[in-house]
Each structure stands twice: as C-alpha cells, then as structure tokens.
C-alpha cells in the first residue's frame, strides 16, 4: 500500500531509469518536471520540438542539456508524430504529451501506420493523494470515454488494476461508483456495477475485488458504508474508483484538486507505452508525479 506520491517517487527510482519521449517539448513545466525526474534518475529524456524554445527554457530553468538528445521540429503535428514513433520503434518507453492539444498527440496515438493500438480499449487513470484518505487512489476514466457501456467498464477496471500491480498493489478494491448504494433499475450505474461485481465472483474480472454500487462516501469511509449496513471488504479502503461516465469523472477530478489540494498525477493506459497526458493547468509537481507513474508502469 503507497500512503503518498513520496512512497511513489521512491518506487520509481527502485526501478531503471525510463526512455520517455517528449513531444512539443518548449514548455517550462513540462520541461521542469522532465528535469526533475532525470535529476532522481529514473528517465533518460528524448525532447522532440522547436530546439531554440527547449535550449531557452532549459537555460532559463537550469536544464543541462549536454546529454539529452533534442530533435529539432518545429511543427506541432510533425513532432507528435516523431515522438509517437520513437515508442512504436521502441526507441522509447513513455510518451509524454507536451505543449500540444490533447487531440492531436491522441491521434497518433491511435494512427494504423505509426501509432501505438493494441486492441484494447485506451483509458485514463487520475491517482490522488489527499490528507484525508489513508492511502493513494485511483480515478477512472475521468477523461477519455465519454458514457462506456459494461464491457467497456470492465475493460477500464483492467487497465487500472495493471497500473495498480505496478504499484506493488497486488489485489487492488475497485469500487463501482453510483448515486446509491442499491440497484436501481432506473439507474444504468447501479445495474453496471452489480454485473461488474458478478463477472469478479466468476472469475472474468480478475487480480482484483470487485463490488458496487456504492455511493462515493461509502467507498471512501468504512463509518459512513457501517452507518448504512453495508457489508463489504472495499467501502472505506477503495484503491480504484470507477466513476459511471466522463462527467461524474471530471467532476470528482476537478473538487479533488480544486478544493480538496489533492496532489495529482494522470496516465493513459491500454496503448503499447504509458502515454503520460496531463493538462496544461496541472502543475509541474502533478506532471513529475505522472512521469513516475510511466517509468513503474513500463518497468512491468
């Protein structure tokens, strides 16, 4: 069990350092937090953009640059691309979106020629550590699929639980996030999670606990799950939470860092390589984080 991101950072430097490819690099938190994570020594960085925008920033932050390789590029698109395949070619480990839109890096991300499919399904993973909970946990999918249906949901909760093996988490407690606690035939959530938790019992979702519907602070606090009768190894010490769409995801997200100053960290899972993919607003702290979450991800 980690407690907080310092346990993480302390994994990721038990591991070999990580090639992660950086692309549209010209970007002072992103460059930051690259700098940070070579200086603990867990990733040989490659910087794939404008090459006087990276060399100035470096200067400006500190960034020795004599032993990192820069590839000049000053198109946005084209340079998504190169980092893209340099993970395709296995020339890297990670890939790292930079000063680029979401959209674009994704979409070579998913390109047939260059790109980095495997078949599954390709979700994100938010992990917060918040002085209120005795632990990190995750958030899923807070970010990429919209409104998944069941399979897609079971697909999520595999990708999480893999980030949570790497983690050293070996029987991670997902639950299933609803508006209640009961099955509801009105409401599709509550219906989800108890298929979920049925495919768990018969061994189709595995290396994991599976159980819901719970309401959020059922999964979060054993005396409000014991208040309410329930039952159930997960309420109160949930390492994964799978929200029922994209909007409760972004929502919970969002009050976590907002108001509760959660740390937080993203990746993108289900490709060939961690994609690590942040937001511009996330801080370089939240970006350094997330790179460690790709080099223990990779060291699988």
């Known amino acids: 069990m980690l407690k907080s991101f310092e346990e993480l950072i302390d994994l990721a430097k038990s591991k070999e350092p990580k090639k992660i490819a950086v692309a549209v690099a010209e970007d002072k938190e992103v460059l930051g937090a690259v700098k940070a994570c070579k200086d603990l020594n867990i990733v040989d960085p490659?910087?794939?953009?404008?090459e006087s925008k990276i060399k100035k920033i470096a200067e400006e932050i500190g960034f020795d640059l004599s032993?990192?390789?820069?590839?000049?590029?000053?198109?946005?698109?084209e340079a998504s691309?190169?980092?893209?395949?340099?993970?395709?070619e296995e020339k890297a480990d990670i890939l790292m979106k930079g000063l680029i839109d979401t959209s674009i890096i994704m979409k070579q991300v998913l390109d047939k020629e260059i790109g980095l499919r495997t078949g599954k399904i390709i979700s994100h993973v938010a992990v917060f550590d918040v002085e209120t909970y005795h632990k990190i946990f995750f958030v899923t999918d807070a970010a990429m699929n919209i409104s998944p249906n069941l399979e897609q949901k079971k697909e999520i909760i595999e990708n999480a639980?893999?980030?949570?093996?790497?983690l050293g988490i070996e029987?991670?407690?997902?639950?299933?996030?609803?508006?209640?606690?009961k099955v509801s035939p009105k409401m599709e959530a509550t219906i989800h999670a108890k298929e979920l938790t049925d495919?768990?019992?018969?061994?189709?979702?595995?290396?994991?606990?599976?159980?819901?519907?719970?309401?959020?602070?059922?999964?979060?606090?054993?005396?409000?799950?014991?208040?309410?009768?329930?039952?159930?190894t997960v309420a109160g010490d949930a390492d994964i939470l799978l929200v029922p769409n994209i909007e409760a995801g972004n929502v919970l997200y969002k009050s976590l860092t907002i108001l509760a100053k959660a740390k937080t960290a993203g990746i993108i899972l289900g490709a060939k390589a961690p994609i690590v993919l942040t937001s511009r607003a996330d801080d370089q702290e939240?970006?350094?984080h997330s790179i460690a979450l790709g080099v223990l991800l990779a060291s699988r």
């Open 286 to 288: 939240a970006k350094m």
């Open 161 to 166: 639980v893999e980030l949570a093996h790497s």
């Open 46 to 50: 490659i910087l794939v953009g404008d």
């Open 67 to 77: 032993d990192v390789k820069v590839i000049d590029e000053k198109d946005g698109v």
């Open 199 to 232: 495919m768990c019992k018969r061994g189709e979702i595995t290396g994991c606990i599976v159980e819901g519907p719970f309401a959020l602070d059922n999964a979060m606090s054993k005396e409000a799950a014991l208040h309410k009768g329930i039952d159930s």
């Open 81 to 88: 691309r190169i980092a893209t395949k340099l993970v395709n």
């Open 171 to 181: 029987n991670p407690k997902v639950a299933v996030i609803g508006a209640k606690e």
